[in-house]
């Protein structure tokens, strides 16, 4: 049930940075098949948060919603894997 509230975001072309809609997210690294162990990451009171597996940087955009991000195909959808 939580996967449908906490918005997931992959990384697939490998960039540094991506802005995000939600301070409490999931990363999936690349998408399946090549994901690593789904995380849930929260950014508190802060604006960024680095993924401890992909070293991803995610940075929190208040001009997005909650389940965006920049670039867009950053956004993923657990739902649609299976």
């Known amino acids: 049930m939580a996967d449908a509230a906490v918005p997931h975001f992959a990384n697939d072309?490998?960039?540094?940075k991506i802005r995000i809609g939600a301070r409490e997210f999931m990363c999936v690294g690349a998408k399946p098949p090549f994901d690593h162990p789904h995380?849930?990451?929260?950014m508190g009171a802060g604006d960024e948060?680095?993924?401890?597996?992909c070293g991803t940087l995610y940075v929190?955009?208040?001009?997005l919603k909650a389940g965006a991000a920049e670039p867009a195909d950053a956004v993923w959808h657990p739902a649609a894997a299976e």
């Open 39 to 42: 995380v849930f990451l929260d």
């Open 49 to 53: 948060k680095l993924c401890p597996y």
């Open 60 to 63: 929190y955009d208040a001009s």
């Open 13 to 16: 072309h490998g960039i540094e």
